[in-house]
C-alpha cells in the first residue's frame, strides 16, 4: 500500500474509538454452503449490527475524530440509505445536525428510518452523482463537515474494524467474500484482513447492474456508470472521478471481484431466510449468492460478509416466494 492508503493501525485506532458504539457482531458456521462450497463457510452477521448495516462502523469513527469546532457546524452526506442511517445515527448521540442528500432511487424504508433518527433529508435526482452535488451546495453555502460513504480515511478505518473481527473469529480464513461498491468496506476490509495474515485472499462481490469499481477496476482509472434499479440497491452509485483512497486501495488488494445477476441476488436473499434463518438485503446476500452460484472457489475456510438487512419487507416477501423479481429491481 501507498502512504495515502489507510493502514492497520489506523484501522485498530479506529476500533478504540469506536469502542461502544457498535456491535462485535458473530460470526457462525453455515452448514448448508459449507456442504455447497465443499470447505467451511462462515457467516460474518454484520447485518445485526445496531443500525442494520455495516455503516454505522465507518459513520462513528468519522463523527468521532472531528474536533468539536466541526461538530457544531453539522454533517452533510450523500448516500443510498445505509450510509445515511448510520450517520444520522452517530450524530444524533453527539446531539449533532445531520442532512442526507440521497437520489429518487433510495427505497422509502430507508427514508423513513432515516427521518426517524432526527436527520433532514434531500432527495435530489436520480443517482448518487446527483445528490452529492447538494451535498457540495451545502458544502460551500452552510459550511457543514462532509463525510462522504466511503472515500474518506477515517470511513474506510471505520469499516475495518469488521474485518479485525472477521479474522479474530476465524484466524485460519482462506478466503473472505465482502459486498463491492464504492469500496469502503471492501477496502478496509481488506486492509485489515490481509494486514494481520496476507495469505488471505479478499474478494469483492457486486450486481452486474452498475457495478462502478469493476468498471472502473477494469478501465485502470475511475469511470462514471449509469446507476440502474437493482436488489441490491445499497450497492449502488459511482465511486467519484477523483476517487483518492478506495479505487487504488481495491485495486491493490482485492483478488479478484465476482458480478451476480438479479435472479442470483434473489437465490442469495432466499437462501438467508429460508436456510439461516437470517433476513438480509440485496446487498446483504450477494456473498452468499456468489456461493450459491458456482462462481467461488475455496481452499480452505471462507468468510462471506452479511452487511445489511435494510430491506423492504413486502419487497422482501416477494423474493422469497420468488414473484416479479425483475419488476421489483425497477
Partial sequence: MTANDVTLSDIRAARERVAGKVERTPTVLSPSLSGHLGAPVYLKLEHRQTTG???????????????????????????????????????????????????????????????????????????QDDAQQEVDRLVAEEGLIMLPPFDHPDIIAGQGTLGLELIEQV?????????????????????????????????????????????SLDAGHPVLVEELPTLADSLGGGVG??????????????HDVILLSEDEIAA?????????????????????????????????????????????????????CGEAIEESAA
Fill in 53 to 127: 448495516s455495516f455503516k454505522l462502523r465507518g459513520a462513528s469513527n468519522a463523527i468521532a475524530s472531528l474536533n468539536a469546532e466541526e461538530k457544531a457546524r453539522g454533517v452533510v452526506a450523500a448516500s443510498t440509505g445505509n450510509h445515511g442511517r448510520a450517520l444520522a445515527h452517530a450524530a444524533k448521540l453527539e446531539g449533532m445536525r445531520a442532512t442526507i442528500c440521497m437520489s429518487r432511487l433510495v427505497p422509502q424504508n430507508k427514508l423513513d428510518e432515516i427521518r426517524r433518527l432526527g436527520a433532514e433529508i434531500r432527495i435530489v435526482g436520480n443517482s
Fill in 241 to 254: 472521478l477523483d476517487n483518492r483512497l478506495t479505487f487504488s486501495m481495491c485495486r491493490d488488494l482485492l
Fill in 171 to 215: 484466524a485460519d480464513a482462506a478466503l473472505v467474500l465482502v459486498p463491492l461498491s464504492g469500496g469502503g468496506l471492501a477496502a478496509g476490509v481488506a486492509a485489515a484482513v490481509k494486514g494481520v495474515s496476507p495469505g488471505t485472499k479478499v474478494i469483492g462481490v457486486s450486481m452486474a447492474r452498475g457495478a462502478a469499481m469493476k468498471a
Fill in 268 to 320: 442469495g436473499i432466499r437462501h438467508a431466510y429460508e436456510q439461516e434463518r437470517e433476513i438480509v438485503e440485496g446487498a446483504g446476500a450477494v456473498c452468499i449468492a456468489a456461493v450459491l452460484a458456482g462462481k467461488v472457489r475455496a481452499s480452505g475456510p471462507t468468510v462471506l460478509i452479511l452487511s445489511g438487512r435494510n430491506i423492504d419487507m413486502t419487497l422482501h416477501r416477494k423474493v422469497v
